[in-house]
């Protein structure tokens, strides 16, 4: 495993195998405030490498954590990013008290 952390937060790419990969960003909230629109395209590119991979009978999962309830994004590729269950609870709570 590796991991770069500086300002922006951090970064952690664990690749075990061959044909899977992980990456996992934590605190992606620090870096998206720093510069939304680069990591609106780090997400897209992301995006397009798991889909090829899948293709090719490789697998890549994602991670992103994030601090902040009211961080939002665009769709990614033809899909939302969607929160899970606990959440999207939270979100919808911190939008509307």
Known sequence: M???TDHYGSFEQVTPYHDRGLLVFLRFDAFVKRNS???QTILNIIQSIACHFLLT???LVTL???DDAQLAFEPVGACPIIL????RM???R????
């Open 37 to 39: 629109p680069f990591a």
């Open 64 to 66: 992103v954590q994030s």
């Open 90 to 92: 939270n979100h919808l």
């Open 2 to 4: 590796t991991s770069n």
């Open 57 to 59: 009978v490789h697998k």
């Open 94 to 97: 911190q939008r509307y008290p």
């Open 84 to 87: 899970n269950l606990v959440e």
